[in-house]
């Protein structure tokens, strides 16, 4: 296998209620989150809002590193 294989595999898309699991957070303050643009969100054709994983992991190690 090549480093490449994976290129066009689409990457995990996270809904709103699935982010807010790993934020222990209410799914409104996610959505908040992305109108506010703390967070990318990526409509789909229905208009519903979905969060890229890779980003979310990204901000949820940002967090487990900042000082208290």
Same mark, same amino acid.
């Given at each position: 296998m090549s480093q490449f294989d994976d290129l066009d595999a689409p990457e995990r898309l996270?809904?709103?209620?699935?982010? /807010? *699991?790993?934020?222990?957070?209410?799914?409104?303050?996610?959505?908040r989150w992305a109108r506010a643009g703390? &967070?990318? /969100?990526?409509?789909? &054709?229905?208009?519903?809002?979905?969060?890229? /994983?890779?980003?979310? *992991?990204?901000c949820l190690e940002e967090m487990a590193h900042e000082p208290e």
């Open positions: 996270l809904t709103p209620s699935e982010v /807010a *699991q790993l934020f222990r957070v209410n799914p409104k303050t996610v959505t703390k &967070l990318t /969100a990526i409509r789909t &054709l229905g208009g519903h809002r979905r969060f890229r /994983a890779s980003e979310i *992991q990204r």
